[in-house]
């Protein structure tokens, strides 16, 4: 027994100590106890003996008892340690062990074998306590590692709490989203609270009251914290208790995961959402998409414009062919979806593989009734795959380019008209180098089109024309304007030939002068009608590389709207076949100001009407929603969920997506693109009046010239005529005077068979008959220029008669063949303050418009009186008439009831505004199968 106890003494030294002093005092007890006994019997038995010999008697039986005493408790103690020996030895061993545990390790631990009884029994327990102790110790330190590892290694932030609120443990990895150090938070319990963000403290605190009573566990909490720096994060929160096998609270263990990035893709996708929704819907080419069964997924308003047909009733149907053929058939994106076009040209007359997308289809042609109109229409059909490349629908494009077909029909006429025009046409570059001349020029100058190609307008040069002219040419069209004048040239086999010319300078958009255009015609009416043509063409080229460029802007807004078509966020509830709301997501509960329990569980009808949406047009797949008394408008759109391999219906999944921006940009730009053509179909027909104005002022002042010198050698011809007959009569009076009978004979009968008299009569007719038409001529040369007006820039009297038979005259191939003209005029009319050549516009639309709705031969009436301060002009005609339900629509502009393609309905709302410009006020009275009358009203004192 080595062991020593603090005291300094082994156990088994204490004990024999103890037994040995309880055993001397026992026996100084019984020694006191005999002492006294023997004091007495002593006094009693020894009375005479005297106290030196009662003390030496004491000293001599002290000596022995003490001797005894020793004796005794040596031999006690002797027998004492031997037994507490063999008793102490064991239980001494087992405490020293115990108390070195702490020094060893492994099985150096256990107590050794071979203790008996209650000790060998006492080992045994204590190295089954100390094997589970190892096992313990063992899964705990394996326990802390392995949360350790995964706390440190992974991105969220762990921690445990105690239940007085001190921070038990913090992953490191706290530094990295918080900007806090792990020690930071165990100085600073609160910590964990301040870094909150203050609107989300409420739901903080009260998150862990609404812990699961099952499973201990909260619900997962979205919210902001903010960090060292200021920054705020989201984070999505996760806690539970944690209580010990007892039952008893011991603290809350939680973790934070940053869902930053998260967050800003959700807000990115919603972005991108609602950038893809507005593009879609704002899109000017009119879109449609099918899904793989062939459904309408996507009709755009351009399309709903176009067709006539909403996109209510076409998303989730199949009936995407109804909006351009009168029976089922399919359309290139059904083509795509069934990857079967073996039937392509069977169904389109022009159709071809797309020239931009792979796998993609075009196709394009008339088709008579889209949207109530005759239209031509391209289309381009592109498949639409996911990221491993697998078809999940179709869309298609269409465009109405009816009028780009149309100008390139009217292009390939006047690129006709150019090319066999009777003018000579030359285009040359700025220096004067020829690139085009038409056949007229080859027929005319004799050089082929090959070999005059490349050179320059000098090789026509005779020498006969002036330096100064070329000079003044030059110096004319350098300057931008357009050159009139004569040239004396010569041909390729050297004759010389005389031309009016024309040269007019070409300029692109940037007004730079790029070509020169002649027109050299011996006749002047034929020069200005090719010019005119020329201009006409540059000006559709002109809209045409603008509508080119149109094209390129959609086709890149396409390609745009494609690479954002996955991006998609909205409102959406997930319901179960009954209709109760089983999910949604945040956006809904944001809306609707209600938590996520209060939503789900709920009918969805129920949940709109709580939420104050009401909902309409609903056909079991979309539908329209109202908010907040019709100022916010939703589509709402449902698709059933099936269980996979069945029909079985087990849910329908609603998503809603506010529709109010875009139905008022819509709607403006309806507006502003209606009153947009407006404008521009009235400045387009005003600038066609004056050409024609200009062009009918040309023609009256060329043809003045040569028409007064034909009618003065008419009147010339006559007089000589005359001369000629009284000579011939002179000369046979003469010979009959001679009486050369032979002579007078031989000439009467050569007169008899040359006809002579009757050429002398016929030739004072033809005479006649030419003065008629050269004065008819005259007229018409006169009317042409009061008809145009072209120095009239600005207002001045005119006589309203006189404006009226201009016009007449004008009309008068158009008229004759169809109505009589009655004339009922007030000679007495004053003139009136206006533009006479817009006046002379009203009457040539309404009298051209007399005349076309006569049928057979009618009567056409025209009548002025004045009233008043007033000026009345009636135009009436006894044609067809005009249906009631037209006539509040004839002002209309674009609106016709003449077939498509036979008229603009834009002349009476160009006429309208010209005599609403003027002051005044006009009507129309008509009646079926009786005819219409309209009446112009024109004010006398109107101030312009």
């Known amino acids: 027994m080595k062991s020593i106890d603090p005291n300094g003494l082994t156990l088994r030294t204490r004990f024999t100590l103890y037994a040995v002093l309880l055993t001397v005092a026992a026996m100084a007890l019984i020694s006191v106890l005999s002492f006294i006994l023997f004091d007495n019997q002593l006094n009693e038995n020894f009375a005479g003996v005297s106290a030196g010999q009662i003390h030496e008697l004491l000293h001599a039986t002290g000596i022995g008892v003490v001797s005894a005493f020793a004796g005794i408790a040596l031999l006690a103690a002797l027998i004492i340690w031997n037994v507490l020996g063999r008793m102490m030895t064991p239980l001494q061993q087992v405490i020293n062990h115990i108390g070195s545990m702490s020094a060893k390790q492994g099985k150096a631990r256990f107590l050794p074998q071979g203790f008996e009884g209650e000790l060998g029994s006492l080992a045994q327990v204590f190295n089954s306590l100390v094997e589970d102790f190892d096992y313990h110790q063992e899964v705990m330190r394996l326990t802390q590692q392995t949360y350790r590892i995964v706390a440190e290694f992974t991105d969220e932030v762990a921690f445990w709490r105690d239940a007085d609120n001190s921070i038990q443990f913090m992953s490191a990895n706290c530094l990295e989203v918080t900007g806090y150090a792990e020690s930071e938070f165990y100085a600073q319990p609160d910590l964990l609270d301040r870094i909150i963000h203050p609107d989300y403290r409420v739901d903080w605190d009260g998150h862990t009251h609404k812990a699961d009573s099952a499973t201990r566990k909260s619900r997962k909490l979205e919210l902001k914290i903010v960090t060292k720096n200021g920054e705020e994060r989201w984070v999505s929160h996760l806690c539970h208790e944690v209580h010990d096998d007892m039952g008893n609270y011991r603290g809350k263990r939680g973790n934070f995961t940053d869902i930053t990035p998260l967050r800003r893709m959700q807000q990115l996708m919603h972005d991108q959402k609602a950038f893809a929704e507005g593009l879609i819907n704002n899109a000017t080419v009119p879109i449609f998409v099918l899904d793989p069964e062939h459904r309408v997924i996507v009709w755009n308003s351009a399309l709903e414009n176009l067709s006539g047909i909403r996109a209510e009733e076409m998303l989730g149907t199949t009936r995407q062919w109804q909006a351009f053929y009168p029976q089922q058939r399919p359309v290139l994106a059904d083509l795509l979806l069934s990857k079967d076009i073996s039937c392509l040209n069977d169904l389109y007359q022009s159709s071809r593989l797309s020239q931009h997308i792979q796998g993609g289809l075009q196709s394009e042609g008339w088709f008579d009734n889209v949207g109530g109109q005759r239209r031509y229409l391209f289309f381009d059909a592109a498949p639409v795959v996911d990221a491993k490349g697998r078809p999940v629908a179709a869309i298609e494009t269409l465009l109405d380019i009816t009028d780009r077909k149309l100008a390139e029909e009217e292009q390939r006429k006047l690129s006709w008209a150019v090319s066999e025009n009777p003018c000579s046409i030359v285009i040359t570059d700025p220096q004067g180098n020829i690139e085009y001349v038409n056949k007229k020029f080859c027929s005319l100058t004799g050089y082929a089109y090959d070999e005059i190609v490349g050179q320059n307008q000098r090789v026509l040069k005779s020498g006969e024309t002036p330096t100064e002219v070329y000079r003044e040419l030059w110096r004319t069209i350098t300057s931008g304007q357009t050159w009139h004048g004569e040239f004396h040239n010569r041909k390729k086999n050297g004759e010389l030939f005389w031309e009016l010319v024309s040269i007019s300078p070409v300029k692109d958009e940037q007004d730079t002068i790029t070509h ?72 809904v509960c944001t809306f609707a100001m209600l938590s996520y329990e209060q939503i789900v569980g709920v009918e969805c009808l129920e949940l709109f009407s709580r939420i104050g949406m009401e909902i309409s047009e609903y056909d079991g797949k979309s539908g329209h929603l109202v908010y907040d008394n019709g100022q916010r408008h939703f589509e709402l759109l449902s698709n059933t969920l099936k269980q996979i391999g069945s029909d079985e219906i087990r849910g329908v999944v609603v998503t809603i997506h506010e529709t109010t921006e875009l139905l008022k940009v819509n709607e403006e730009l309806q507006k502003a693109y209606a009153e947009l053509q407006q404008t521009q179909a009235q400045v387009y027909q005003q600038e066609k009046m004056a050409s024609i104005g200009q062009l009918a002022a040309g023609v009256a002042h060329e043809i003045n010239n040569p028409m007064g010198f034909i009618s003065s050698n008419l009147s010339t011809m006559g007089k000589y005529m005359d001369k000629i007959n009284v000579f011939e009569t002179a000369v046979i009076e003469a010979l009959h005077g001679l009486g050369d009978v032979g002579a007078v004979a031989t000439l009467t009968e050569l007169r ?72 009922d005029y007030d000679s007495d009319l004053p003139q009136l303050n206006c533009y006479p050549q817009q006046l002379n516009q009203v009457f040539m639309n309404i009298l051209a418009n007399a005349a076309h709705a006569i049928v057979g031969h009618g009567v056409i009436g025209v009548q002025t009186r004045r009233q008043g301060n007033d000026i009345i002009i009636r135009l009436s005609d006894s044609g067809k008439g005009i249906a009631p339900e037209n006539l509040s629509r004839i002002f209309e502009p674009f609106f016709t009831t003449k077939e498509v393609g036979k008229g603009t309905g834009l002349g009476l709302s160009i006429s309208y505004d010209i005599v609403k410009k003027h002051g005044g006020e006009m009507s129309v009275e008509s009646e079926l199968g009786r005819g219409t009358t309209f009446t112009v009203k024109l004010p006398l004192d109107h101030a312009f």
């Open 516 to 587: 020169y255009l002649a027109v050299k015609e011996d006749i002047t009416q034929r020069k200005i009608n090719e010019q005119e043509l020329a201009k006409s063409r540059e000006e559709l080229q002109l809209k045409h590389s603008e509508l080119s460029e149109l094209f390129a802007q959609v086709e890149s807004g396409r390609r745009e709207w494609e690479d954002t078509m996955d991006s998609l966020s909205e409102m959406v509830l997930i319901c179960d076949q009954w209709g109760c709301v089983r999910r949604c997501n945040r956006a």
């Open 752 to 823: 008899r068979k040359l006809k002579i008299d009757f050429i002398l009569e016929d030739i004072g007719n033809l005479l006649a008959e030419s003065l008629d038409g050269a004065e008819r001529v005259r007229r018409i040369v006169q009317d042409l220029k009061s008809f145009s007006h072209v120095d009239d820039t600005q207002c001045k009297p005119f006589n309203i008669n006189d404006c009226l038979e201009t016009t007449l005259n004008m009309l008068r191939n158009e008229i004759k063949y169809v109505a009589e003209v009655e004339r």
